[in-house]
């Protein structure tokens, strides 16, 4: 059974107060991430880690099952909260007015496998670079133990790809970022906040290897990245002993 909606000649589902309820109120559970989405991506271009449209940013809100997600090729001026779309875990739109980012693939791959709550996908110079000449990124700063470990460098594919988002997976095993061949960067994290500031230290960890290897550059052992993986899930403000 089909019924008219209230726009004249439109055929939609019997169910569609629902859709629509549906749609509404996950514009006001995600609005907050959709702010975010917004927010960093102008200022991840500000900040030199994208030109032009490219790269994107993906935010896991409500219970878990629905994702915010930067649109295709939308100039970051342009971009406001209502533009940024909703989808389900499997791709389908809840409340989503221009195509979603064409990386989609990749995002959907990182929530399946992963307890990230935000995704940051970068084209920054350094690790673009990286990406072209390396397999992984090695130890050049103990501060790779914060993406647990070397970071790997995934196998080639066409961008937007089921192939690339493949790829990818394979390259985070075990880790919270990886470059993409002679693409960019991506990185994930608890929180939208955590996945930005980790784009941000890769990227000047590769620009560290970078100018590094116009000489030998001396390497961490893997024992001192361990080391340091450990030493940072402590590492922050907290409270002193005692304060109560």
């Given at each position: 059974m089909v019924r008219t909606s209230p726009v004249e000649g439109t055929k939609v589902p019997r169910c569609w107060p629902c859709a629509r309820a549906s749609a509404i109120l996950a514009r006001v559970e995600l609005l907050e991430e959709?702010?975010?989405?917004?927010?960093?991506?102008?200022?991840?271009?500000?900040?030199?880690?994208?030109?032009?449209?490219?790269?994107?940013?993906?935010?896991?809100?409500?219970d878990g099952d629905l994702v915010a997600v930067s649109p295709s090729g939308l100039d970051y001026d342009e971009m406001t909260p209502d533009l940024v779309g909703v989808h389900r875990l499997d791709g389908s739109p809840v409340d989503a007015p221009l195509r979603p980012t064409t990386e989609?693939?990749?995002?959907?791959?990182?929530?399946?496998?992963?307890?990230?709550?935000?995704?940051?996908?970068?084209?920054?110079?350094?690790?673009t670079v990286l990406s072209t000449l390396m397999d992984e990124v090695p130890p050049i700063h103990y501060l790779i133990a914060m993406f647990g470990g070397p970071v790997r460098v995934a196998s080639y594919a066409t961008y937007g790809t089921p192939e690339l988002a493949a790829s990818m997976i394979?390259?985070?095993?075990?880790?919270?970022?990886?470059?993409?061949?002679?693409?960019?960067?991506?990185?994930?994290?608890?929180?939208?906040?955590?996945?930005?500031?980790q784009a941000v230290y890769l990227e000047w960890i590769c620009d560290v290897y970078l100018r590094a290897s116009a000489g030998t550059?001396?390497?961490?052992?893997?024992?001192?990245?361990?080391?340091?993986?450990?030493?940072?899930?402590?590492?922050g403000p907290g409270r002193t002993p005692g304060d109560g």
């Open positions: 959709r702010r975010q989405v917004v927010d960093h991506c102008r200022r991840m271009r500000a900040e030199g880690l994208v030109v032009g449209t490219s790269g994107n940013i993906s935010v896991r809100g409500g989609m693939p990749m995002h959907l791959a990182v929530y399946a496998r992963t307890d990230a709550r935000a995704i940051v996908h970068t084209h920054s110079t350094s690790a394979t390259a985070l095993e075990g880790r919270t970022a990886c470059l993409l061949a002679n693409h960019g960067a991506i990185t994930y994290a608890p929180t939208l906040a955590g996945a930005y500031s550059p001396r390497l961490l052992p893997p024992e001192e990245i361990e080391k340091v993986r450990e030493k940072l899930t402590a590492y």
